[in-house]
């Protein structure tokens, strides 16, 4: 009834705080761009990314994020189109997640310029790997046998976020750099660099601030005199002394 617009979960006060979030500032320059993780394990891992990016990052923690999205769409900017970038599980219900996420957000008011699924394919992992960490999804419909069949590995098989990786620690950086490969050239780093250098100015105190001026100013205005001096005594009709033959100054 939520989904249909008959009522929202705020007007019966309920509010989905149980699902991880880290949004962005709205004055953040990729402040339009959201990362949907499908599970806490694996936003834990990439959620490094936000403070990083100064991008938003939302953990689905699974089905079912209505109240979640209804939280996002009062959040957001509700003037801006956002980017909306899916890390799922390469599975049937990992596709199926992400596709119910992006149409719930724009049914529940998100106004999403751009959905892309950043893949985890059979391809990141080494043979070694795909022998160990695939795994046999439940085919609970005619949908997941048709995935299986045309997506799946030997048509069986899929792969789970944190099959990425050797370790614990390697896991967490090779999905980062999974999601900075699929979006790094769309960040802004020159224009997060002058944003913060020139919020780093802004901070200094006044008084430090003139007297840095009046240091440099003083410095410029010693060099200029003893440059001008230089070229003086170098002209024609001037004495070592410094006098003017013609008007003896």
């Known amino acids: 009834m939520v989904k249909n617009g008959e009522f929202t979960y705020s007007d019966l006060n309920i509010i989905d705080a149980s699902r991880e979030r880290a949004l962005a500032d709205a004055e953040s320059v990729e402040a339009d761009k959201i990362l949907f993780v499908e599970k806490d394990s694996a936003y834990l891992k ?33 003037d801006t189109e956002y980017t909306l970038y899916l890390l799922t599980d390469y599975d049937p219900t990992g596709f199926e997640i992400a596709e119910d996420f ?25 043979d070694g790997q795909l022998e160990t960490q695939r795994f046999t999804p439940p085919a609970q419909s005619e949908a997941d046998r048709e995935w299986l069949e045309t997506h799946g590995i030997e048509g069986t ?15 967490g950086e090779a999905l980062q750099r999974l999601v ?69 100054v």
């Open 46 to 78: 990439v959620k490094p990314l936000a403070d990083r990016y100064e991008l938003s990052v939302v953990s689905g923690s699974g089905w079912q994020a209505t109240a979640l999205i209804e939280d996002l769409a009062r959040e957001l900017d509700s």
């Open 102 to 126: 992006a149409s719930r957000s724009e049914q529940l008011g998100v106004s999403l310029d751009e959905v892309r699924r950043i893949e985890i394919n059979p391809e990141h992992l080494s």
């Open 180 to 248: 900075v490969d699929e979006i790094g050239d769309e960040i802004d780093e020159h224009e997060r660099r002058k944003r913060t250098l020139q919020q780093a100015v802004n901070e200094i105190p006044e008084q430090a601030t003139n007297s840095i001026v009046e240091s440099i100013v003083g410095d410029l205005r010693r060099e200029l005199v003893s440059r001008g001096r230089e070229m003086y005594l170098d002209a024609p009709g001037v004495h070592e002394n410094g006098i003017d033959d013609e008007t003896g």
């Open 157 to 171: 098989y899929g792969i789970e976020l944190e099959a990425i990786g050797e370790d614990l620690q390697s896991k």
